[in-house]
């Protein structure tokens, strides 16, 4: 079954440049959400999109953006990068339905140097 | 402020023997989901019980959902060496459409 693609795998930034990161949710899911999480941490929720719409924020820093495209791909648009930047990305996909759990991709690594 | 909280942080067992993970949460909630990470890769969503539930059982996997201790248990039987991983829960409360991760629970299986 096709699962959350998610690319790139890995990305490499130097401080101050910009990172994009593309998710591609399973087909026909409606809803996407993206994570963050630091080494040895849980993820934390940034960023949910229903429809294209944004549907939730959590601790998304201002230098982030997202949006959902019309095709329900998603992109997280990150400015300004700083260290603490580097960690693990991911986007989860799901139906918008009351309870449906996500499934995740195996995630975007960012290093910044 | 943080909505799931687990423990032990950290479980190495025996490979056969039962593996055990409590989650504790905070605010009312609508379901509680279980997920399992291995190293540096993506979540895999294990079992979701819902509030009004109290046991749910998948495969090897046996959940328990306690509302009034707001507190839920999942519980591996007859460990393999391929579970070892990182367990989170994650709640989902009323009204809300992300669901909020504990701290997780780093399991390792010794041969």
């Known amino acids: 079954a096709a699962g959350v693609i998610q690319s790139p795998r890995h990305l490499i930034k130097e401080k101050r440049e910009t990172a994009t990161l593309k998710c591609y949710p399973i087909p026909r899911h409606d809803t996407v959400y993206w994570y963050q999480q630091g080494p040895g941490q849980d993820p934390q929720f940034l960023i949910s999109f229903y429809e294209k719409m944004q549907s939730d924020k959590g601790s998304i820093p201002d230098r982030f953006s997202a949006q959902q495209f019309s095709d329900y791909h998603s992109e997280l648009n990150m400015s300004s990068l700083e260290l603490g930047d580097s960690a693990l990305y991911f986007c989860a996909s799901s139906l918008w339905r009351e309870g449906q759990p996500q499934h995740f991709g195996d995630g975007t690594r960012l290093s910044i140097l | 402020s943080q909505q799931g909280e687990e423990d032990p942080q950290a479980l190495s067992i025996q490979e056969g023997e039962n593996a055990t993970m409590n989650c504790s949460y905070k605010?009312?909630?609508?379901?509680l989901q279980w997920y399992r990470q291995n190293s540096g890769r993506g979540l895999v969503h294990l079992i979701l019980?819902?509030?009004?539930?109290r046991e749910k059982h998948s495969g090897r996997l046996r959940v328990t959902l306690d509302t009034s201790k707001k507190s839920s248990s999942l519980l591996i039987t007859a460990s393999r060496a391929a579970d070892t991983a990182s367990y989170f829960c994650?709640?989902?409360?009323?009204?809300?459409?992300?669901?909020?991760f504990g701290k997780g629970t780093r399991l390792h299986i010794l041969p």
């Open positions: 019980i819902r509030s009004n539930e």
């Open positions: 994650a709640t989902l409360r009323w009204g809300d459409d992300k669901i909020i």
């Open positions: 605010t009312s909630i609508n379901n």
